[in-house]
């Protein structure tokens, strides 16, 4: 597959990776902002605290849990 594209016309490629790449930024930049805004109104929730801990703890996030405080 990399020697398909990289027989192509160099143009067309560069212009096909600069598209995928802005598209990309620009995606990851509106995905991050939109968490960011997000936790820093629910960071003191039952969630994040749950989500938090076990990622600390390197085991499985408890829905359940969770669940029974709401």
Not at 10 to 21: A, F, G, I, S, V
Request: net charge positive; aromatic share 12%; hydrophobic share 30%.
């Amino acid at each position: 597959m990399a020697e398909k594209l990289y027989n192509k016309l160099p143009e067309c490629l560069r212009y096909t990776k600069q598209q995928l790449n802005f598209w990309r930024d620009l995606s990851w930049h509106t995905t991050i902002g939109h968490a960011r805004e997000w936790l820093s109104i629910h960071n003191l929730s039952e969630e994040v605290k749950e989500g938090i801990e076990a990622f600390n703890e390197k085991r499985q996030v408890d829905y359940k849990k969770i669940r029974k405080t709401k």
